[in-house]
């Protein structure tokens, strides 16, 4: 009987979510995207005010604007203002 009261437990801990951890993997994903985001946003304005005129310093500042525009798609306007 122990052990049957023990097995429904055990399956209502684990169908509360205490064993989800997506939500704190989804927290994470979103943290890393809005750090990458502001990084590239800072990287292009500093690389484009102190840039060389050649064609490969106007390849790296396209990379550097694709990225930041990359990560700072992923981030939601609701996300990014801060709001934890």
Do not use: W
């Amino acid at each position: 009987m122990r052990y049957f009261v023990s097995i429904i437990l055990l399956i209502a801990v684990a169908q509360a979510g205490f064993f989800n951890d997506n939500g704190a993997k989804e927290q994470a994903k979103r943290l890393e995207n809005e750090r990458l985001c502001k990084l590239f946003t800072q990287k292009a304005e500093t690389y484009k005010k102190h840039m060389r005129n050649d064609d490969l310093a106007r390849t790296t500042l396209l990379s550097y604007q694709e990225r930041a525009k990359r990560f700072c798609s992923r981030v939601t306007p609701a996300e990014s203002n801060g709001s934890r």
